[in-house]
């Protein structure tokens, strides 16, 4: 098993950027990919971006694609988030995840483990 903790989130206005990290314990951390969702109120958690177990890979949503940047430190068992032009739309709580499937996944049924959530909100 892995325990995923988010931090970052906070209160940014429209434009601005934000940093969320996720620490991940227990099992080795580059044995996961890992991804980034996304729940804003009265709406169905949704996928951001994902990267493989070594980083390689990545792939994002089209609605993040070019503002957003996942990246891992594996020596540091950490996963970020860099969010940069943040838009009122992006307002949500977002959640780290780790799963097996290789190199990565793009649905929540993909995914095993997940952390509690940090929540970003934008204001305009």
């Known amino acids: 098993q892995v325990q995923l903790g988010e931090s970052g989130g906070g209160l940014v206005q429209a434009g601005g950027s934000l940093r969320l990290s996720c620490a991940a314990s227990?099992?080795?951390?580059?044995?996961?990919?890992m991804g980034w969702f996304r729940q804003a109120p009265g709406k169905e958690r949704e996928f951001v971006a994902s990267?493989?177990?070594?980083?390689?890979?990545?792939t994002y949503a089209d609605s993040v694609k070019g503002r957003f940047t996942i990246s891992r430190d594996n020596a540091k068992n950490t996963l970020y988030l860099q969010m940069n032009s943040l838009k009122p739309e992006d307002t949500a709580a977002y959640y780290c995840a780790a799963t097996t499937y290789a190199p990565y996944g793009t649905r929540l049924s993909q995914y095993d483990y997940w952390g509690q959530g940090t929540q970003v909100t934008v204001s305009s």
């Open positions: 227990g099992r080795t951390f580059s044995s996961y990919a």
């Open positions: 990267i493989s177990r070594i980083g390689a890979s990545t």
